[in-house]
């Protein structure tokens, strides 16, 4: 008779003060058995796509070698360089060492919606934040515990029926997109790459930071 496949499952994110400026990463590894372990640094000067990675490779050094694991991150530039194979212009000293894991692993990634309803996400988020600000998990500090944006904002289908009564609301120009960082859907005046984004601090990071 055939066992379920025993697999560690890693949510990894980072964060940014400035682009430029303090950063922090954050991570929360979930063993096979169920048991959840949380981890974050800190780096007085970084950018934001360097904690993401940091996040990433923190995870899965916290996860046995051979091991099978699935790692989870909001950012694309991350999770589309490891599965789409995109071109990689900067940060090669941790795409180098991001490689090296992976490869001492079987290893999954995937993308998860940023700030929404997946409340293991959104503590790897507050985690990364503690850490861009110095409050290490090492030292005793731990992230508060806040409610998802699911319970705070209703369910998706509410979501879906405020984005067709918005659509006849408007202004000329003006158009509803997803940010191309953390996936939420948010109004755009519309015009060059910045619009891309939403008004999120940590997206307007990454998006300045490209």
Excluded at 2 to 29: F, K, M, Q
Aim: proline fraction near 4%; aromatic fraction near 4%; include cysteine.
């Amino acid at each position: 008779m055939a066992t379920a496949l025993r697999e560690y499952l890693v949510y990894a994110d980072g964060s940014c003060l400035g682009n430029p400026g303090p950063g922090g990463w954050g991570a929360v590894i979930r063993d096979p058995d169920g048991v959840e372990t949380e981890l974050n640094g800190h780096d007085p000067s970084t950018t934001n796509n360097r904690m993401e990675l940091m996040g990433a490779i923190e995870g899965l050094r916290a996860t046995e070698r051979g091991a099978h694991v699935v790692v989870r991150s909001d950012s694309r530039y991350v999770v589309n360089s490891m599965t789409l194979h995109y071109k990689r212009n900067k940060n090669h000293d941790l795409w180098k060492l991001l490689d090296a894991e992976a490869a001492a692993r079987h290893v999954r990634f995937e993308w998860v919606r940023g700030h929404d309803a997946d409340p293991i996400n959104n503590r790897a988020d507050e985690l990364a934040v503690m850490g861009a600000n110095g409050r290490l998990v090492a030292d005793g500090a731990l992230p508060e515990k806040k409610k998802t944006r699911a319970t705070a904002r209703g369910s998706k289908t509410d979501d879906s029926a405020a984005e067709i009564e918005l659509m006849g609301r408007l202004k000329p120009g003006e158009s509803i997109r997803e940010c191309a960082a953390c996936g939420a859907k948010f109004v755009s005046p519309g015009g060059g790459n910045e619009n891309d984004f939403c008004s999120h601090a940590r997206c307007q990071l990454e998006a300045r930071g490209r």
